[in-house]
């Protein structure tokens, strides 16, 4: 078994984390686009985009602890608990 | 109808592909049966646990629990903390012992090895007919719901997602299903979260909330406190939202509907069978119950602000204006002006509103998450939200096919169609299983589509099936005395207790048929959901007491033949944990005690 399920999580929030803050930022003035008055794209898009950092970062940290020194660049086994 | 936006579109199609890049991703692991159908028993808990938590969260629970919320207020949250939590530490403690110690490879399989092959055959059917026709209710209810809101053609849209599910699961099996249903349970966390945060915020808080309920509460004749106590009304049918009184809600949903899923479903069991250990296979359903006594606040909650709540000035949906049956009228008028956000229930052939006896309004309840949704959600978020739901329809049905095709392959054709034949012959069956579920699934989306009652139908003839099953287990895995004779009876009696207690009943206002009554009135509940504990509980009964009597004059089998499979013959399992505190009784103890503090911040 070779994929840590926090990394395809991970960068799956990344990217639509950072999309919705993108087009928060750019329609952040624009009528109607934030129907209760809160910048909501903008704010939960960037809360979005640290949870996925997060989840590629552990998922990073339990590659690198499952290799052995000098293994190289394999991917790691399922068990990261 | 709602414009649905690029942005929106775009969130939804990285979703597809993510879910599609994971089954292709993980294709290359499948090289036996035990990797597609059991993972290799390779995944650690906190996977499985997100997992076995996700498989249930199909549309009934995102979309069904925000109807609740509308209709009975907090109350509704008894389906988690006395409907779930109980069962989901008691599983864990002492009956995955036994499910994963054993190594059945499925319920019916562990039903086989403790009983016998016809109380095995008899659980696969109909757990296996069950399931697709599940996933088939699920898709029906996504495609009319997108169809509804969004205006998307019904046949696209289920022909989509069940592609979509196919394809995932065709490639990467259970694994596949399970890591697809740890994203689906951060969608679905993060797509309705702030949903929770800008309703309450617009309705002024819980004080506001509880404020404006306590309004609705009052003009339905209920206490001003009916929509926010858990458990203050239920002393008395009469003066909760529900209609139920404590016992029946304890002992009908607490316990018996409650431990029957819970407890012996393999559509959340098999989650569970593919932890890596026994410990982690034990954790599962613990490490599951930590956020989902968290849920009430995610998916009742927005139902109940639904039902108060003022929409937004600007907003991209009108209250109401949903897309109507097909050339039925539009417009809702100001007289039938809807509660909140929740539109009325139109008849599907005027397009009128429909009323109730009194000539009130009745609610579209069903819509009450969906349309708040639609007014607080901007372009984006929209997006957001909309596949948090799609994950929720695609779990749902994932876990209804994964569990179809392992029943299928090893209960029902290995047992009795093919025995003996190599792995690899097995692995296929799986495939080709996967894709007929998928297709009966489609076919009977279609056929709940045609009839109108056949989803009450099938969902009444599911608990009448289900409701029984945990005495058996319960029998099977405590009292080494119980038999094979004496499940299978205690089966079928329970079954059929459950059928004429029905048909003996109804509840208060509904007309004989689906909803009982067929065989004479004995018996009138004040609500549907009384009738259905009550229902549950004649079943249990009967279901208990007939296995045992059966057991009791039947031969039992030697005691060294149910090692493993019965507690007291079986050792007890050792916990292996790096910390006291991963124990999954600590756990446990955790578990209970959370829950414990939220029946009494609700009380």
């Known amino acids: 078994m070779t994929l840590d399920v926090r990394m395809p999580i991970g960068v799956f929030f990344v990217l639509v984390g950072g999309l919705l803050a993108i087009y928060g930022a750019v329609t952040l003035h624009d009528p109607g686009a934030s129907p209760t008055g809160v910048p909501i794209d903008l704010v939960w898009g960037g809360v979005l985009l640290a949870f996925g950092v997060v989840m590629v970062l552990l998922a990073l940290r339990a590659r690198r602890r499952a290799q052995p020194p000098g293994a190289g660049n394999r991917l790691p086994v399922r068990g990261n608990r | 109808m709602t414009h649905v936006a690029g942005i929106d579109y775009a969130v939804m199609l990285l979703y597809a592909a993510f879910v599609l890049g994971i089954g292709v991703l993980l294709r290359r692991s499948v090289r036996t049966s035990e990797d597609f159908f059991l993972s290799g028993r390779s995944i650690p808990a906190w996977v499985t646990g997100l997992a076995f938590l996700s498989a249930n969260l199909g549309a009934q629970e995102v979309i069904g629990m925000g109807a609740s919320g509308a209709k009975y207020g907090i109350a509704t949250s008894h389906f988690y903390w006395i409907g779930a939590i109980p069962a989901m530490v008691f599983i864990g403690l002492f009956m995955m012992p036994f499910y994963y110690g054993s190594r059945a490879r499925s319920v019916p399989e562990y039903l086989k090895l403790r009983f016998d092959e016809k109380t095995r055959g008899l659980n696969a059917v109909s757990f296996a007919t069950m399931t697709v026709f599940s996933s088939g209710i699920s898709l029906y209810a996504m495609g009319k719901l997108l169809h509804l809101l969004l ?48 309703g309450l915020r617009a309705v002024g808080g819980w004080p506001g909330l509880s404020a404006r309920l306590a309004t609705a509460a009052t003009a339905n004749g209920f206490a001003p406190g009916a929509y926010t106590h858990s458990w203050a009304f239920m002393d008395h049918a009469a003066r909760n939202p529900v209609g139920v009184e404590w016992f029946g809600l304890v002992m009908g949903l607490g316990f018996v509907l409650s431990f029957g899923y819970w407890c012996t479903d393999f559509l959340v069991v098999q989650r569970a069978m593919a932890a890596n250990s026994m410990t982690a296979a034990r954790r599962t359903p613990l490490i599951a119950a930590l956020p989902k006594m968290l849920f009430p606040f995610l998916v009742i909650f927005p139902g109940m602000i639904a039902l108060v709540v003022t929409p937004p000035a600007t907003t991209r949906a009108p209250s109401a ?81 994964t569990a179809f095709n392992t029943v299928w392959t090893y209960d029902l054709y290995q047992s009795y169609v093919r025995p003996g034949a190599p792995d690899a012959h097995y692995l296929a069956m799986g495939r080709i299983a996967t894709v007929a579920g998928i297709a009966i699934s489609i076919a009977a989306a279609y056929v709940a589509a045609s009839f109108n009652n056949i989803m009450d139908f099938l969902q009444l003839v599911f608990a009448f099936v289900n409701a029984p099953l945990f005495a058996t287990f319960a029998l099977g895995m405590f009292w080494k005395r119980a038999t094979g004779h004496g499940a299978f009876a205690g089966l079928v009696a329970g079954t059929l207790a459950a059928a004429v207690h029905h048909g003996l009943s109804l509840p208060a206002g509904a007309s004989v048929g689906v909803k009982g009554g067929y065989l004479g009135l004995l018996a009138t509940f004040p609500s549907e959901l009384a009738q259905t504990f009550w229902t549950a509980i004649v079943a249990w009964v009967t279901c208990f007491l007939v296995t045992i009597l059966v057991s009791l004059a039947t031969r039992p089998r030697p005691e060294p033949e149910l090692a493993g499979l019965v507690y007291g013959l079986t050792d007890k399992p050792r916990d292996a944990v790096a910390h006291w505190f991963e124990r999954p009784v600590v756990l446990a103890a955790v578990v209970l005690g959370l829950t414990v503090l939220l029946n009494v911040v609700f009380f």
Request: proline share 8%; no cysteine.
């Open chain 2, 321 to 401: 204006q949903v897309a109507p049956a097909p050339g039925a009228a539009v417009t809702v008028t100001a007289a039938a002006a809807p509660a909140g956000v929740v539109p009325p229930k139109l008849d599907p052939r005027t397009g009128a509103p429909l009323r109730d006896a009194r000539g009130r309004v009745v609610l579209d309840y069903d819509l009450a998450t969906p349309m708040l949704l639609l007014n607080f959600f901007p372009a984006g978020l929209l997006g957001l939200g909309l596949t948090a739901l799609l994950a929720s329809f695609m779990s749902g049905m994932a876990g209804n096919v």
């Open chain 2, 151 to 198: 205006g998307w053609s019904f046949d696209a849209s289920i022909l989509v997602a069940a592609g979509v599910v196919l394809a995932y699961i065709f490639l990467g099996g259970l694994t596949s299903a399970i890591y697809n249903e740890v994203l689906q349970f951060f969608l679905i966390v993060f797509g309705f979260a702030p949903l929770v945060f800008l």
